[in-house]
């Protein structure tokens, strides 16, 4: 498949590089290539500039969001939550339209420090916003509950004995994600519903912060034992 | 123990029941002991009144809340979260006093239909209201991401693979409450931290309602894979 994947911080990088190994052809996007590729020091979390992992990556090409949704037959939404609607309109509404949109983003405001809060709540949701903003967009929520390493390498941990869940309205979508996501290595995948349902993933974050520092590592997840 | 156990509905039952069962001096408590005992009717949820139970479980005693709380070691909140406040007021200040108060409520509003919302977002919780209005009791928030049944008999459901959280600030507290959850069959207990991590528990409820719906049961329960 040739996917899009905007966004080039860590979540990003992880997809794509993991798309590429698995065969597809992946683009990632970016608001301004150049100035992307420019950047010589770390971001704000420590992870290496872009251009090294693009170095070990040439396979992956990078693109505008514009051009890199344009070209794609699915789009991952992988940018942090406070940009994302902002990138999407970038994307444009005509090249995300009638495609499968995997957003993996989360709504933290990190604005008043550790641990971030939801600048949307539990009534509505970030994935929510998209489907409404892209109508035509097959929006598919999922992978944000969970580290990025373990988004695309589940079996790393207790041999992906872990849940991952899928929302959206599409069930054409859920299932061209589900693949992916069993692609992946994820075995345990739980559709909550429609697009709606994406608060109750969102919501997860809250605890997701609290037990990284419980737990003292990002590398665990939730696994829904019934 | 002398343990009073807050709220007469489903989950006052089962952990009044359990924790009789296990040698606990155990009075409930309500608003008013005669109302309660008058009804006939099953509650909203479809459970059966609470003089049934109370018939089947003769040793429990029924007292107002205030009389429950004062002649107890340990109070345990069972009401529904939008009446806590009320509920725990009657019990009295004085009567909670340096006792542990085991708070497994949640912040649920009903009013506008299934899935019910969040009365206290993710930057506050029910449990730091508890504490912050009963300063001299000693909050500890569990078992409110479960339902009742598994809360008392956990190993119901995969021999008891499975965790429960619990978040407050007094260390001595939790390890009173965890030894409770402990004879209750819990395993893996996950101490959050201060009281301020009640809102990552709170918080798992938009999921938990959805996933009742998703795995058409309310027998299960999250497991943090790690």
């Known amino acids: 498949m040739r996917i899009a994947v905007l966004g080039t911080g860590m979540v990003g990088q992880a997809l794509a590089g993991r798309l590429a190994e698995l065969g597809h052809e992946v683009t990632t996007g970016t608001r301004d290539p150049a100035d992307t590729l420019a950047r010589t020091e770390p971001d704000a979390m420590g992870n290496p500039p872009y251009r090294e992992w693009a170095d070990a990556h040439p396979q992956v090409r990078l693109a505008t969001f514009a051009e890199a949704a344009a070209g794609a037959d699915l789009v991952v939404n992988a940018t ?53 903003a892209f109508p035509e967009a097959k929006v598919v929520k999922t992978l944000n509950t969970m580290t990025a ?73 939730f696994k829904i034992v019934r």
């Open 80 to 132: 942090s939550g406070q940009v994302s609607m902002a990138a999407l309109t970038a994307a444009g509404r005509d090249n995300l339209a009638g495609k499968v949109l995997v957003d993996v983003a989360n709504p933290l405001d990190s604005s008043a420090g550790f641990p971030p809060t939801l600048f949307v709540k539990d009534t509505y949701s970030l994935g929510e916003q998209i489907q409404v």
């Open 149 to 221: 390493s373990l988004m695309v390498h589940p079996t790393q941990l207790s041999d992906g004995e872990h849940t991952v869940f899928v929302s959206g309205n599409d069930v054409d979508a859920k299932q061209t994600t589900i693949a992916l996501l069993e692609s992946f290595g994820h075995t345990d995948v739980i559709d909550l519903g429609d697009i709606s349902t994406a608060r109750g993933a969102e919501t997860l974050l809250p605890i997701w912060l609290r037990l990284m520092t419980a737990v003292n590592t990002p590398i665990f997840n």
